[in-house]
């Protein structure tokens, strides 16, 4: 029974550690037993719901994980759900409800697609999924043109790259890279992650952090003078709050010297484990953080903005599936997360106005 509790643990700890899963939260909260039409209720509450028809697989993580984008005009949705024998992206245009399918590589798995600001292009990873041992250390960087679909590989060694973002310029590409470590006082093995970018013109990579984080860093997302990403046990770096050291939490790291900060933000409301979501034009930061549940239980997901300096935080929406992830459209500043009904994809638009009732 232990053993089999063990197996059970490490396997959701290997999917927490990447990239997206930088939150642990403790446990899986169940979603709230209400019928599709109840939970609609709720939901347009908050804003607009946008349904896919496309459902997920179960298993012990709930009703599966989803990576997607949404386009700077806010008028199209590019997501992947997490089956690797599922190739290229599906497309939601939001205005017609349409759903189309942008085909993908043959053998390979797309996913955390990410659009430039202008809409022209896309970012996003290629993985195998045949007849490979390890496919984290197969994965390769791709772009996309958003008018056919066609794509070209970047010149990145194949490794444990993921979350590939564009700079500001668009000359730019901000990803992130795992490398394998071995300890010397064990046999231990594990991957330690850090943030580098690629120049497109030149075809060069640079590292850009050392802090070697083995809980797993988010995208790293351009606001001017600063790269803010999330990241959790970085290597130096020690966390300001002393409560705070094993969970996800905000930084900058300045592009000119390379110093790294943390963003303190006012967690007054009692969130934690902060997973950035990306940022507006005016600067705010957008990120999905677990909240302690009102009368004690599990931890729910939810979503806040802050102001560039981690102040003014507001709370936009309720509870959400607790793997959702939240973009933003660059131009509109429109917020949108990934949910579930049941077990169908949705995409909900949420109002910046939300207030707890």
């Known amino acids: ?44 509450k908050e804003g607009t719901v946008f349904r896919t028809g496309i459902m997920t697989t179960g298993g012990p993580l709930g009703a599966g994980r989803i990576t997607f984008a949404v386009s700077p005009d806010g008028t199209r949705i590019l997501f992947s759900p997490d089956k690797f024998e599922e190739e290229g992206f599906w497309l939601l245009d939001l205005k017609s409800g349409d759903l189309s399918k942008a085909p993908g590589e043959v053998g390979r798995h797309w996913s955390v697609p990410h659009w430039s600001r202008k809409g022209k292009q896309v970012l996003a990873v290629s993985t195998p999924y045949q007849n490979n041992i390890n496919p984290r250390l197969e994965r390769e960087i791709i772009l996309l043109n958003s008018a056919d679909w066609n794509y070209r590989k970047l010149a990145i060694p194949r490794g444990g790259n993921n979350c590939p973002t564009f700079s500001a310029d668009g000359k730019f590409v901000f990803f992130i890279k795992g490398t394998i470590h071995k ?3 064990s046999n231990r093995v594990r991957s330690l992650y850090d943030l580098y970018a690629y120049d497109l013109a030149s075809e060069e990579e640079r590292r850009l952090t050392h802090e070697e984080a083995s809980g797993g860093i988010n995208e790293g997302y351009d606001g001017g003078q600063e790269i803010f990403f999330s990241g959790k046990w970085l290597k130096r770096l020690i966390p300001m709050r002393s409560d705070s050291k094993d969970q996800a ?51 729910i997901g ?48 949420l109002s910046q106005t939300f207030m707890e009732q």
């Open 1 to 44: 029974m232990r053993d089999s509790y063990g197996r059970y643990l490490g396997v959701v700890l290997v999917v927490l550690i990447v990239c997206l899963g930088l939150t642990l939260g403790g446990c899986f909260p169940k979603q709230p037993v209400l019928s599709p039409t109840e939970q609609m209720t709720l939901w347009e």
């Open 302 to 349: 939810t979503v806040y903005r802050c102001d560039a300096k981690g102040r003014y935080c507001a709370r936009l929406t309720g509870e959400i599936y607790f793997f959702s992830n939240v973009k933003i459209a660059y131009e509109t500043g429109e917020v949108f997360v990934d949910d579930r009904l049941g077990k169908e994809i949705v995409f909900r638009r």
């Open 183 to 185: 300890s010397l006082k």
């Open 249 to 299: 939490n905000i930084y900058a790291l300045n592009k000119r010297s390379l110093s790294l900060r943390e963003v303190e933000v006012d967690q007054g409301d009692g969130f934690f484990d902060l997973i950035l979501g990306g940022l507006d034009k005016s600067g705010n930061i957008y990120f999905k953080t677990s909240l302690k549940r009102p009368g004690g239980g599990n931890f």
